[in-house]
Nanobody
Framework: QVQLVESGGGLVQTGGSLRLSCIASGRDISDDTMGWYRQAPDNGTDFLAMISGFGLTTYSDRVKGRATISRDNTQNAVFLQMNKLTLDDSSVYYC???????WGPGTQVTVSS
């Protein structure tokens, strides 16, 4: 069973950047598709980005051009670089192992004006 822990959230001003990290333990995730999501206003989750074990990436229109998902298999980790942050980007950000549907506890991102 894989455990995921996100970090890198915090308070940032509009227009700023953050790099979120998701460290996995208990399983080698190098072959797994991993994704980043965030809590939606209706308490659901919004898809943001995904990276396959081959490194193929997919982005939601809400972050395309502002976000970059990457992975470092030596660290058993995935990352999400977010740029040009807006107030609407404030949320709890989650990492998900799409292979076995495991979620991390999330990291809070707050964007202030």
């Amino acid at each position: 069973q894989v455990q995921l822990v996100e970090s890198g959230g915090g308070l940032v001003q509009t227009g700023g950047s953050l790099r979120l990290s998701c460290i996995a333990s208990g399983r080698d995730i190098s072959d797994d598709t991993m994704g980043w999501y965030r809590q939606a206003p209706d308490n659901g989750t919004d898809f943001l980005a995904m990276i396959s074990g081959f490194g193929l990436t997919t982005y939601s229109d809400r972050v395309k051009g502002r976000a970059t998902i990457s992975r470092d298999n030596t660290q058993n980790a995935v990352f999400l670089q977010m740029n040009k942050l807006t107030l609407d980007d404030s949320s709890v950000y989650y990492c998900k192992n799409v292979h076995n549907k495991s979620w991390g506890p999330g990291t809070q991102v707050t964007v202030s004006s």
